[in-house]
């Protein structure tokens, strides 16, 4: 048999009045906000030149052209390639794998083989069956073992 849930009444009710309270507030001073009418751009100004001006800071004094003026993004626009750049860092040392304490990248300088006397090694010199990513490639000897000649 399962029985209702009920209110649990030893609890503070002071929290929840506060956000209440704060809700209201908040509220009353949206609703009672004047924006004024909207601005617009000229017809005669380039929208787009504007905000790539603004964003690298250059104002108009240095322009033969006409742009709305705006604040400067330069040093927001700094932060973020800085930002991104560790990023993308932060991404390529996470995608580096390691096999027996040794890194393992993509692009291999030369490979090593534990077996020197392994075949034949390929006119490029990286050593035999060799593959980009440092492993060996397969051989079709397996595969023609058991098959039909």
């Given at each position: 048999m399962t029985t209702k849930p009920q209110l649990n009444d030893d609890s503070n009710l002071l929290p929840g009045l506060a956000a209440l309270g704060l809700?209201?507030?908040?509220?009353?001073?949206?609703?009672?906000a004047e924006f004024g009418a909207p601005q617009g751009f000229p017809a005669d100004?380039?929208?787009?030149?504007?905000?790539?001006?603004?964003?690298?800071?250059?104002?108009?004094?240095q322009l033969q052209q006409q742009i709305v003026s705006a604040e400067g993004f330069l040093a927001a626009f700094l932060i973020m390639a800085i930002a991104l750049d560790v990023a993308i860092d932060a991404a390529v040392y996470?995608?580096?794998?390691?096999?027996?304490?040794e890194v393992v990248?993509?692009?291999v300088d030369e490979?090593?083989?534990?077996?020197?006397?392994?075949?034949?090694?390929?006119a490029d010199g990286r050593g035999p069956a060799?593959?980009?990513d440092g492993g060996e490639a397969s051989?079709?000897?397996?595969a023609t073992a058991g098959g039909d000649h």
């Open positions: 809700f209201v507030v908040m509220a009353v001073v949206f609703l009672q100004v380039s929208i787009v030149a504007s905000i790539g001006y603004a964003m690298f800071d250059i104002s108009a004094d996470l995608a580096k794998r390691e096999e027996a304490g990248t993509a692009l490979v090593r083989s534990d077996d020197p006397t392994s075949g034949s090694e390929p060799a593959r980009a051989t079709n000897d397996d």
